[in-house]
Structure formats: structure tokens, C-alpha cells
């Protein structure tokens, strides 16, 4: 009688983890890069959210926020002994559902039917390069720089001309505040906002969007 023999089974392992170089980042940076794609059609991008919410478009320019006040208070919870604890309160102009304090508006320009097509065109066919993952490496948004001095926005108004939804943008420091987390904006390529600042100073939007910004 004979005994079955045992089949060997591989032991599969993980692959190695080696350390990300300076030549693979390089990779990531090229893959980052803006390409154009005529991937969706006027029609097709204004099905995008805010965009097919809201009929006016409008692109403004403004100062920075001032400090508004420091407010002083006690913080009990981060520190056995209450400690004061400075905060700077800046003035918002954009908010949701409220109509726009025209006295803090440097520029405004409402975008005609074309100009709109224009501004989806920038938003949607500008896209990464390639998102493919390299050495287990995805690409990712950058961050931009830690400063943030918004003096530019895309507002989205209802039928009673309130705000319905925005992007505050600061071209200075590559950054960014969305509305809402519905909205649509495509990828933010590497050379994006400087597509983006283009288009406003094409616009009439000079205020933010010259070279220096200032």
C-alpha cells in the first residue's frame, strides 16, 4: 500500500520594503505633471457639481481677511494648569446662503455662457499625467505651501443671488477652501493653479493673479 505524498507548499513572502529615492520621487513629480485630455465635453462638464446647480458664475478678487479681534480664553483641557490662549478671528466674506459684502470686493466679473465652458474646460480636462502607482508610490495633491492669503475666489450664486457655494483661493501659496465636499473641482495637477490664475487674469481679474500676486 502506498502513502501519499505530501505536497510542498511555497511559502510566499512580501516583497522587500526598500526606502523611496530621490530618483523615484522624480518619477512621481513627472507623472504629476498637468497633460490636457479632451476627456469630457461642455455639456458633460456642466453635469459636475456646482455646476449644474447653479447657473451664475462669478470670479471676484479681494483683500486678504483682517483680524477681526483676538479673542482670549482658558484652555482646561490640554494643560493641568490653565493657560491663556490667543486666537485670531479674521472677518469671512464668503459664506454660504448670505449675499456677498460687495464693499470688500476689489473686482467682479459674472461669466458669460462661454467663458463658463472655458473655466470646466481648465477645471476638467487638465488632469495628472499619469496616476499610476510607481514602486508601490501613489501620487498625491501637494499641499502647498503653510501660508494662506486667499484674494481670489469662484463664486456660485442661487436665483437669489445668495452664495451657494464657492473656492477661495490663495495663488500665492498654491492652497485652496472648498464650500462643500460635493463640489467638483478635478485634479489639482501640479500646474493647475497657475491654469487656473491665467484664466482669472484673462478674465479681467488682475487683483491675485499677476506674477508676484501682490
Do not use: W
Amino acid at each position: 500500500m502506498g502513502f501519499a505524498q505530501k505536497k510542498k507548499q511555497a511559502i510566499v513572502l512580501p516583497p522587500p520594503l526598500f526606502p523611496a529615492t530621490g530618483l523615484d520621487y522624480a518619477v512621481l513629480e513627472k507623472r504629476m505633471a498637468c497633460i490636457y485630455r479632451n476627456k469630457y465635453s461642455p455639456a458633460d462638464r456642466l453635469k459636475f457639481f456646482p455646476f449644474n446647480q447653479n447657473r451664475t458664475v462669478m470670479l471676484i478678487s479681494f483683500e486678504p481677511p483682517d483680524l477681526r479681534a483676538e479673542i482670549i480664553y482658558t484652555d482646561t483641557t490640554k494643560a493641568p494648569i490653565n493657560t491663556p490662549v490667543e486666537e485670531e478671528v479674521y472677518h469671512t466674506l464668503l459664506e454660504k446662503k448670505q449675499k456677498l459684502d460687495l464693499t470688500r470686493i476689489k473686482e467682479k466679473k459674472i461669466l458669460s455662457a462661454l467663458e463658463v465652458d472655458k473655466l470646466t474646460d481648465v477645471l476638467y480636462n487638465f488632469g495628472y499625467t499619469s496616476t499610476k502607482s510607481y514602486k508601490g508610490l501613489l501620487i498625491a495633491e501637494s499641499e502647498g505651501y503653510m501660508c494662506y492669503e486667499p484674494r481670489n475666489a469662484i463664486v456660485f450664486l442661487d436665483e437669489n443671488g445668495l452664495v451657494a457655494e464657492y473656492m477661495e483661493i490663495c495663488f500665492e501659496c498654491y492652497n485652496r477652501k472648498e464650500s462643500s465636499e460635493k463640489m467638483k473641482t478635478g485634479q489639482f495637477c501640479n500646474e493647475k493653479y497657475d491654469l487656473i490664475r491665467k484664466y482669472f487674469y484673462t478674465a479681467g481679474i488682475k487683483y491675485g493673479t499677476n506674477k508676484d500676486v501682490h
